[in-house]
């Protein structure tokens, strides 16, 4: 089975300057990492994710997100935030392959202040 | 990306009542497809896999002859909340894996409100 932690229930930043969501995760077996941010109201998007390949991933509105096996971590990052990026972000984790069932972590909202 | 919908996106019922929610893969092929619930600033919980033309797996806690699934064909699969009481009120999330891309994507939710 797997788990994730994501310690931060809330991140405050200010509008352009950088941000860190925390991730880890604990599994046995190889896994998929997924990042997904949920606006009010609405379902869950995709904002990136790592299945092999490239350690390092990124969206296409300036998310990146580095898979690190030996700290089990996935932390999201952007050099500078906007307002619009007001949201909760949810890490989550699949074993590779099979079922994909998906474990998500508690979430983190980040709230941008102007 | 792939999309998922969900129908309906929100729906007000009376105590007793059931209700459909179905879940579509617009522009790829799924045969498992999943079911959440997210409780006001929760994360989502795996409610059950839904497999096409078997039955679904439930995860524990879930009482399975309250929520009917049924995965009928490749596109859709539906949740029938039986029976709903207030405290079925809950938002709920399906999500669809594209084996092409071997990645879940998500609807945009269903919020159940039960009086």
């Known amino acids: 089975a797997q788990s994730v932690t994501q310690l931060d229930s809330q991140v405050p930043v200010f509008e352009e300057a950088p941000v860190e969501l925390r991730c880890n995760y604990s599994?046995?077996?190889?896994?998929?990492l997924f990042w997904y941010v949920q606006y009010p109201n609405q379902g869950l998007q995709l904002l990136l994710k790592?299945?092999?390949?490239?350690?390092l991933v990124e969206s296409i509105n300036g998310f990146e997100a580095e898979f690190n096996k030996s700290q089990t971590s996935f932390h999201l990052r952007k050099p500078s935030v906007h307002i619009s990026d007001t949201a909760e972000y949810f890490c989550?984790?699949?074993?590779?392959?099979?079922?994909?069932?998906?474990?998500f972590g508690t979430g983190t909202k980040l709230q941008v202040i102007p | 990306g792939a999309v998922v919908s969900q129908h309906p996106s929100w729906v007000i019922c009376k105590s007793g009542t059931s209700v459909k929610i179905e879940c579509r893969s617009l522009?790829?092929?799924?045969?498992?497809m999943f079911w959440y619930r997210q409780f006001p600033k929760q994360s989502l919980m795996l409610m059950a896999t839904?497999?096409?033309?078997?039955?679904?797996?439930?995860e524990q806690g879930v009482e399975k002859d309250k929520f009917l699934i049924n995965h009928a064909s490749l596109t859709l699969s539906t949740l029938t909340v039986t029976s709903a009481h207030p405290e079925d009120s809950s938002f709920y999330i399906c999500?669809?894996?594209?084996?092409?891309?071997?990645?879940?994507?998500f609807g945009p939710g269903t919020r159940l409100t039960v009086l």
């Open positions: 999500s669809a894996r594209d084996h092409g891309t071997d990645t879940q994507y």
């Open positions: 599994s046995s077996v190889s896994v998929y």
């Open positions: 790592y299945l092999s390949g490239s350690t």
């Open positions: 989550a984790v699949s074993e590779a392959g099979g079922y994909q069932k998906v474990t």
């Open positions: 522009d790829f092929q799924a045969t498992t």
């Open positions: 839904s497999n096409e033309g078997s039955k679904a797996t439930y």
